[in-house]
């Protein structure tokens, strides 16, 4: 084992730990995507990322250690807030594409794979809100720009509103297995906007 | 083994099977809020039933079966609709029924578990899918009965108003982990009723 790999944190991007992690963390989604996490091996996942098994179980030990990584990587990967002008059209947006997200065949069964270890593990849990909180922090501006232009009122929550543009459309894939199409998207965009417009998202701080 | 278990279909409410299902069920749901889907043994839950686990394998066979039961009996408990005599009262009942369910500790545990269990399996979502149309279903008259008082218009999509009103308390717990508190509830229920009365969840029937 070299330096580098006893010491993950310090390694320069692209290293050669940085390759096992890359292909580690692939075939764990991809595993994740097929089967869910209750089927996830750690052996599986070494033995497709053609990783040896031993760096695998020394690194991430369970598959709960697996999935609290994969969040970790996803956290990293920036998705950039819209800015369309009109609340109404960033919500709109922000909508699409949690909907792209969970539609996709690989994606969508990957956060149902790692909302279902949250659901297991408190550590996993952290991670899975961390990861949300990066995303709902990233879109905050769009809340923050409409505060600006006056469509809607001083002390609105950012988080809530981009909360309740994603909220129905997760609870169509984890609770009511109802479509996540585009009428859901843009009827959850429209109703967040239309409540935020209204005053209903704002925080009252005494 | 007797008759009334060969076919359980068949048996009066009350008879041993009943008896066994409910003992059984019990410990699943116990077992489920302590440790989660991942972690649930279909021999444990027959020990801690006290049932022949021979029994329990004979009818449950796997953790999945037992989860797929246990959404079929939590669907047949019903949760009769409010009656208030506003769209915003009905919706508030709703949101903190709901709220209550999400916050109980056992409660709240099992909701994960099972939604757990049904990201895995194709029949558990399934049974998860019915156990929320039942629901569903079985608070439209609310706002059906907002359409008849005008305070929605008319082809206002039922589903759609509940879901919006579950969604944003679902999303706290299987996603963001933000608090579901009194506050989270009552937004939802507000939130929900505006848009609605905006005319945003009417379905469009060419």
Redesign the interface.
Known sequence: MTPEELTPGSVRPGGRTARVREAVLQAAGDLLAE?????LDLAEVAARAEVGKTTAYRRWRTPTGLVIDLLADMADQSLPHADTGSLLGDLTANAQLVAETLTDPRQG?VF??V???????DVA?TA??RF??IR?TEWAPCVHNAITRGEAPDGTDA??VL??V???L???L?????PIDDLAAS?AA???A??AA?G??VTVVE
Chains 1, 2 share one sequence.
């Not at 089967?35 to 089927?39: I, K, L, M, Q, Y």
């Not at 909302?115 to 593990?121: L, Q």
């Open positions: 089967r869910g996490f209750f089927h069964r149902q794979a909302i279902s270890a949250a659901t297991c593990d849990a899975l809100h949300y909180d709902l988080r809530a909360s309740a994603s909220a129905p997760y609870y169509r984890l609770a009511s297995g109802d009827t429209r109703a967040a239309s409540a209204a209903l998202f």
